[in-house]
């Protein structure tokens, strides 16, 4: 991409882009998939995403619905050519039609971040309890993982209740069709915990070992143009036996048998409290950032944006929003728990404030201590966003997508936040003290007024 920069007033800068054809192609390809994730259309081998597109939605001309979203992605790649991070995203103004196999001419007004001071650049100080581990970590985690492997054995006849484990064959039919997936000679099944459809669960509960019940029950669907339907299922159910669950007790032997890579109980027992103490510990520390920064935000000096904070704020309402809609609750549900409309903007407004000024009071003493960032820092911002990623394969999608800016910023916020952990007054106190008693608290108070 060529991209030339002038300077305009009031701390913005005017880009001029050209956009070459392969990146104009991986832009409208790029849009393309995310919105047949956003639609649900499902890949298949042979044709390309406007092809099922086309078929499963009727779409003619896929890149003229991404277009927009498309051109919205190269702009990552001029900011990036540059070098320059805004202080909110820009808006492209485009010169022409977006067109694949075609050069697209773009320009971007940029307001850029905006440098802020501190009243203050002193060692910060903060008070916290002492790094412990919770003493049953381990036997919880040895507890599940043997709850992992429960088996299930034969247990006394009677009919089968809500909460009751017991092994079933059954034959189901769609449209005559055998469901292969529903269809078994055996399988161990829990009565009412919405593993099935509660059609199911009510011709179960009461059947007894031995029983065959023939019945219909309905269940959720998705037809050919990927619409949510009801589906009759007929199926034929045989209860074989009541089942309770057996727990193994993880001893040597049950270590030889499932976990030969240790050399014994004791041996499992230490490599998970080595993790226990890791994971505690990168708890801890992350814990101490943010102490150490919620500290050197109070030093922060100057305004902020209009346009900043309503991003801010937007970005923080989209994920918000993405979040309850994988979990399942509505958006209104979530902000009536949080006190209704009035309480939660209030909430809302404070947590982006807090998190644009603790963003640029790190900024600040980046640029104060004249720190840099290495690439085990660009790595290290990659772990801190995702822990389980392959950093590096992180830091490859940064650069693929021209986000590599936004990824140098993480990162000196996160050096900057451990250089001020590093040199800060910390005092730490025992979780486990008992509190100061209410009485001489009262008596403190008295003094005082007098």
Aim: overall charge negative; glycine content about 6%.
């Amino acid at each position: 991409m060529k991209v030339s920069m002038k300077k305009l007033g009031d701390n913005q800068v005017r880009l001029e882009c050209v956009a070459t054809a392969e990146e104009v192609n991986n832009a409208l390809q790029a849009s393309q998939i995310g919105f047949a994730q956003s639609m649900g259309l499902r890949p298949e081998a042979g044709k390309t995403v406007a092809q099922v597109a086309e078929e499963k939605m009727g779409i003619k001309n896929l890149d003229s619905i991404v277009e927009a979203s498309a051109v919205q992605g190269l702009v990552p790649f001029a900011l990036d050519k540059k070098n320059i991070i805004p202080a909110f995203p820009p808006q492209p103004e485009a010169k022409s039609a977006l067109k694949r196999d075609r050069e697209f001419a773009f320009d971007l007004t940029v307001s850029l971040k905006p440098d802020y001071e501190l009243t203050s650049y002193d060692p910060v100080e903060i008070t916290m309890p002492a790094f412990a581990v919770n003493p049953d970590a381990v036997d919880d985690q040895l507890r599940q993982m043997a709850e992992r492997y429960t088996t299930y054995v034969t247990a006394d006849a009677k009919p089968v209740e809500k909460g009751d484990s017991c092994l079933i064959a059954m034959k189901c039919l769609k449209n005559g069709e055998e469901v292969t997936g529903l269809t078994t000679d055996g399988r161990t099944y829990t009565a009412g915990m919405g593993y099935m459809p509660e059609g199911f669960d009510e011709q179960i509960i009461g059947m007894q070992p031995g029983e065959t019940k023939e019945f219909t029950f309905e269940g959720p669907g998705i037809d050919e143009d990927f619409n949510e339907i009801t589906e009759v299922i007929d199926c034929t159910v045989t209860v074989k036996e009541i089942q309770a669950p057996a727990i193994p007790e993880i001893d040597d032997e049950w270590v030889k048998t499932n976990m030969p890579m240790f050399k014994d109980a004791e041996a499992l027992r230490a490599d998970i409290a080595r993790g226990v103490e890791h994971g505690a510990r990168e708890q801890y520390d992350n814990y101490k950032r943010q102490m150490a920064v919620s500290e050197l935000a109070r030093r922060f000096q100057g305004k902020i944006a209009d346009e900043v904070y309503e991003t801010m704020r937007s970005n923080l309402m989209e994920n918000m929003r993405a979040e309850l809609q994988q979990s399942g609750q509505s958006w209104e549900d979530f902000v009536a728990q949080n006190g209704g409309e009035q309480q939660f903007g209030m909430m809302l407004m404070l947590q982006t404030r807090e998190m644009l000024v603790q963003g640029y009071a790190l900024d600040a003493v980046f640029r104060h201590e004249k720190l840099s960032i290495t690439d085990d820092d660009l790595e290290a911002a990659c772990r801190a966003m995702n822990p389980q990623a392959n950093p590096k394969q992180m830091l490859e999608q940064f650069k693929q997508s021209g986000r590599l800016f936004a990824l140098r910023e993480s990162a000196e916020r996160l050096k900057a936040n451990n250089w001020v952990v590093e040199h800060a007054i910390i005092t730490e106190v025992d979780p486990n003290a008992p509190a100061p008693e209410v009485v001489e608290q009262a008596e403190a108070s008295e003094d005082v007024a007098e």
